[in-house]
Structures are given as C-alpha cells and as structure tokens.
C-alpha cells in the first residue's frame, strides 16, 4: 500500500516568514495529493491539493508543488500568521478510489 | 456550506461494550469513508463504502467492526465489543461522485474505551 512521510514533525516560524513542509510518496499509481489543516479538537480541513497532471498550484498566501519522479510534494506557506498555527497533514492517493494514506502531521508555530 | 455531521461528538463506554457512530454524509454525495486518529498520531483509513457495499477495507477493520446505511441518509460505524486500543477521534467523510473537489471531513467522534 502507500507510505506517506512527512517532514518536519514541528516547524516553528517567525510572524510573516515562510513554512515549508515536505512529503514523500511510495506508490507512483497515486496522481492525488491534498493537504489538510487540523486545529487541536477539529476536523481536518482541506487547504489545498494537487493533481499529477500539475507540477504546482497556488492559493494566494499557499503554494503545493509536486515532483513526481522524485515522488515529493511540497506545501509552502508565505507571509505566515499566528492563525496559520496548526498541524498540517499531506495525504495522497490513486483517484479512482480515494482512500487516502496520511503523512504523520507537521506542528506549526507560528510566534507573534 | 454543506457539511458532513456526527454524533455523538463524545462517547464513553466500557471496555466489551458495543458503540454505534452516526454520520450524516452531504446529501449529493456518493462516497462514504471512516478514518480514525489516535490521540497524536496520524488520521488512518479504515474503510470505504459505495452502492451499499464496502468498496475497501484496511487491517484495522476487523471483524468488530461493521458499517451501515441503513435509511439511505445516515452512515453508521458499528465497534462490536470495544477495546482500549480503540479509544480514537473516528471522523467520517463523504465526496460527490468524480471527486473533483475531494473529501469533506466531519467533525469527528470522540471516543473513550474505559
């Protein structure tokens, strides 16, 4: 099955500098890849994804490229805000069935 | 925005007890997930549902574990005889047919094996 790692386990970050967050996949048959915010007690809330059609993709202050020989995806967040603190998670899957193999989660902080 | 809604938001039950977590998908959607999360640790698959039938399944969902649709609006997880080790969040999920816009998560289900 898919294996997702993701690095850092905790990324902490000036108010305003950028976050970068990276991912690696094993099944080259996965072509979607989605990010997810969770706030502590929450649901995770997709922030952003990806196809393996596309290379990079952008949603004003957050980026996700993909590389998908090296099978690596990257989440970039610029000009970050305490409200940006949160544990984000890659994920990734063949989208024909969707189920989705999780990276084990990256704490941001974002100090002030 | 449509949501995917759950209840109980908490339960606690006894270790060997049976516990039903209800979920109800957005309307139009087709498709019909439950993960689960361990306090800190990563959201994990447990099964697939479609057509009224589990599409996938992974090693967790044993055979303690079942799910239903049984009224053609509510998505049940069934846990027969609970662990402690199954003390989790279990969030369901739903997306609409194609999948073009992923998955939407409900709000998740905690709970508490004793």
């Known amino acids: 099955g898919e294996n997702v790692e993701q690095h850092p386990s905790t990324l902490s970050v000036q108010e305003g500098d950028s976050a970068v967050i990276k991912c690696t996949y094993s099944?080259?048959?996965?072509?979607?890849f989605p990010w997810y915010k969770q706030e502590l007690g929450k649901r995770p809330q997709l922030i952003i994804d990806i196809r393996s059609n596309v290379g990079e993709k952008k949603d004003q202050r957050i980026a996700v490229t993909l590389n998908k020989t090296a099978k690596h995806f990257s989440l970039h967040i610029t000009e970050t805000q305490p409200e940006d603190s949160a544990v984000y998670f890659c994920?990734?899957?063949?989208?024909?069935?969707?189920?989705?193999?999780f990276g084990a989660g990256t704490t941001v902080t974002v100090r002030a | 925005e449509p949501e995917v809604t759950q209840t109980p938001s908490h339960q606690v039950t006894q270790m060997g007890q049976e516990v039903i977590l209800r979920c109800v998908p957005i309307?139009?959607?087709?498709?019909f997930y439950w993960y689960r999360q361990i306090l800190g640790q990563k959201v994990e698959f447990l099964v697939s549902?479609?057509?009224?039938?589990?599409?996938?399944k992974s090693e967790i969902f044993d055979d303690q574990f079942s799910v239903e649709r049984p009224d053609g609006s509510n998505f049940t997880l069934k846990i027969r005889s609970t662990k402690l080790e199954d003390s989790a969040m279990y969030f369901c999920a739903s997306r609409e047919a194609g999948g073009l816009y992923g998955y939407t998560f409900g709000s998740g289900t905690r709970l508490t094996v004793v």
């Open positions: 549902f479609y057509n009224n039938e589990i599409s996938e």
């Open positions: 099944d080259s048959a996965s072509n979607y």
């Open positions: 994920a990734a899957c063949w989208a024909n069935d969707y189920k989705l193999s």
């Open positions: 309307s139009n959607h087709l498709y």
